[in-house]
């Protein structure tokens, strides 16, 4: 199974951008598709969280702000960013949990590449 993300790059602060994440491979089932970040010399933090039945949770420094939906046809989930700040600069990455077929059913919990964000004038 693979993560393939995309969509970062420099925004001015106010500005708007939109991440991507597209699973591919044998995956059988798909529960839920979190946003991760990790800022230099930070831990990384969730961002927001999606469930196979849509159900949304976002970090508190994120709400009204960032909003995440899916495309489970296309197990694909998206991270629609708006009025950036500054302080949202940092790598992000998807992650998916679910299950996948090797053999047999398994736990899937896969990470994409990382994509940078950077919020800057």
């Known amino acids: 199974v693979q993560l393939q993300a995309s969509g970062g790059g420099l925004v001015q602060p106010g500005g708007s951008l939109r991440l991507s994440c597209a699973a591919s491979?044998?995956?059988?089932?798909?529960?839920?598709m979190n946003w991760y970040r990790q800022a230099p010399g930070k831990q990384r933090e969730l961002v927001a969280a999606i469930t196979s039945g849509g159900s949304t949770n976002y970090a508190d420094s994120v709400k009204g702000r960032f909003t995440v939906s899916r495309d489970n046809a296309k197990n694909t989930v998206y991270l629609q960013m708006n009025r950036v700040k500054p302080e949202d600069t940092a790598v992000y990455y998807c992650?998916?949990?679910?299950?996948?077929?090797?053999?047999?059913?398994?736990?899937?919990?896969?990470w994409g590449q990382g994509t940078q964000v950077t919020v800057s004038s």
């Open positions: 491979g044998s995956i059988f089932s798909i529960n839920v």
């Open positions: 992650n998916v949990k679910g299950t996948y077929y090797s053999s047999y059913l398994k736990t899937l919990d896969a």
